[in-house]
């Protein structure tokens, strides 16, 4: 097993507040912001698959999944919450590439959404259609399996971030089984270079009555093309990870 170091555990709790009528206008003009960037025509495709080769990225994914230090259960209570573990650990990109000290988060939350609902509203293969502070996004070359679904697809996205706005563009793969679905992802081109590496998946998972989702990923980042330690970054991607599950908390009217 790869060292890893620990070096934070958050947790997430909603908050309640009075928007001032001072506030509305810029949050509406930020609103009209978003909707209009949900387009290729601000984030074209910009990376394309040449090769069947490219999906080969589950078992390696699947690595940063075996040696995770935090798969234990914690309360239902907690889950509901949204509970993340930020890390650093030496993983391989894939099978064919050296190690490298990365920045790793594994968040989860606990949404009291039925399974089917949940999957209907989030569909698997738009779950990055609805991520938190999302600026442009772009699908090109999706697969589909006999029942209609997507299997794979290519996916740019841009999400805001102070100073330089992370640009990725994703080879996603996605697996159906029983009661659970998961979208495996690495990134193969940041169109402004600040993401170097992105490998993960996020899994939407029945759980008895509820849903599970589960967000697993390791990363390097730049900012202006100067490399960001892992002891930089690891504790924001642990709240980054958790404001995404708090956006796909906005899209339920919760009892």
């Known amino acids: 097993m790869n ?18 009528s001072k506030k509305l ?10 909707i209009k960037s949900f387009s290729c025509a601000d984030a074209p495709a910009n990376w394309e698959s040449k090769d069947v080769k490219d999906l080969n990225i589950i078992e390696s994914i699947n690595i940063i999944r075996s040696t995770n230090p935090f798969a234990g259960i914690i309360s239902r209570e907690e889950l509901r919450l949204g509970h993340s573990h930020t890390y650093i650990q030496k993983i391989k990109e894939s099978t064919d590439h050296p190690l490298k000290k ?4 594994y968040t989860r939350r606990l949404f009291p959404i039925p399974f089917d609902e949940f999957i209907e509203t989030i569909k698997p293969n738009e779950w990055g259609k609805h991520l938190s502070g ?8 999706p697969e589909f399996n006999y029942e209609g679904q997507v299997i794979s697809q ?3 996205m841009i999400l805001k971030a102070p100073f330089q706005n ?12 029983y009661e659970k679905v998961t979208v495996y992802w690495r990134v193969r081109k940041s169109g402004n270079k ?13 759980f008895e009555d509820e849903t599970l989702v589960t967000f697993h990923s390791a990363h390097r980042l730049r900012l202006f093309n100067m490399p960001l330690p892992s002891w930089f970054i ?13 956006k796909y908390s906005s899209l339920f009217v919760m009892n």
């Not at 990365?102 to 988060?105: D, H, P, R």
């Not at 992370?166 to 089984?177: F, L, N, P, R």
């Not at 690891?234 to 708090?246: C, D, V, W």
């Open 3 to 20: 060292k890893y170091k620990v070096k934070a555990i958050y947790m997430f709790k909603d908050r309640k507040g009075i928007i001032m």
């Open 25 to 34: 206008i810029p949050m509406f003009i930020m609103a009209l912001f978003s």
């Open 102 to 105: 990365m920045a790793v988060e």
């Open 134 to 141: 999302l600026v442009g996004r772009c699908i090109s070359q």
């Open 154 to 156: 290519v996916e740019r």
């Open 166 to 177: 992370a640009d990725m563009t994703k080879i996603e793969s996605i697996k159906y089984d």
């Open 194 to 206: 600040t993401t170097e590496t992105d490998i993960g998946f996020v899994e939407f998972k029945k």
């Open 234 to 246: 690891h504790r924001e991607i642990g709240r980054t990870f958790l404001k995404h599950l708090e």
